[in-house]
């Protein structure tokens, strides 16, 4: 990538034409940025940090997800992964178990599966977040991915959200300090509070 940019607005082809062939003239940068249609400047070499999104139940992630489950490998292989794990913890060896349910019914570990899917897809391409944001169902994939839990507590957890023995299940996984800077919905940094298992708790009951 270069280091100048430049962006400009134009009310036609020629309009833009005219204003490339003349992007020289400083006068005419300088008429035009004040126009607020030329705009220049240069960006650092310093990477920008880049922040992951995790979102709390959104039912258009299954159509997105079949999508990706049938044309992308990694996608696929973490689903798969993550539905292998569902099934030990349901007691399930259904062979024609649906890796993704219907959108009109989203199922949380499922939601969990694909927001997870989605965060392997884009660091087999490269890409890794400085920080996640997350709220709701998001959240236990933003502590998975920043190390919090492993992959089979995340889900255990996700699993017994619904259910009474919920504190029980909390209070028997093992935590570790994220190595990923966690942030919630609300903009709040989580810290060492995400290694308590009262934390999670409270979340539930929210």
Request: proline content about 5%; hydrophobic content about 35%.
């Amino acid at each position: 990538h270069f280091q100048n940019r430049l962006v400009l607005i134009a009310e036609s082809t020629q309009d833009a034409i005219e204003k490339l062939t003349h992007k020289h003239n400083e006068t005419l940068c300088i008429t035009s940025l004040h126009n607020g249609s030329v705009f220049t400047g240069t960006i650092s070499n310093k990477r920008p940090k880049i922040a992951f999104l995790f979102a709390g139940e959104d039912s258009t992630l299954m159509n997105l997800g079949w999508e990706l489950y049938q044309t992308q490998p990694t996608f696929k292989q973490a689903i798969d992964e993550c539905n292998e794990i569902i099934k030990s913890l349901q007691g399930t060896g259904n062979k024609d178990y649906n890796p993704i349910p219907n959108a009109q019914c989203p199922i949380p570990n499922s939601l969990f599966s694909i927001k997870y899917a989605l965060y392997q897809l884009w660091k087999s391409w490269g890409v890794n977040p400085d920080v996640v944001i997350a709220g709701g169902i998001g959240e236990y994939v933003a502590a998975t991915v920043a190390g919090v839990f492993s992959l089979e507590d995340g889900l255990k957890l996700v699993e017994n959200i619904d259910k009474p023995n919920f504190e029980k299940v909390a209070n028997s996984i093992q935590y570790s300090s994220p190595q990923i800077e966690i942030v919630s919905g609300s903009g709040k940094l989580i810290d060492s509070e995400i290694l308590n298992p009262q934390y999670w708790c409270k979340q539930v009951s929210q």
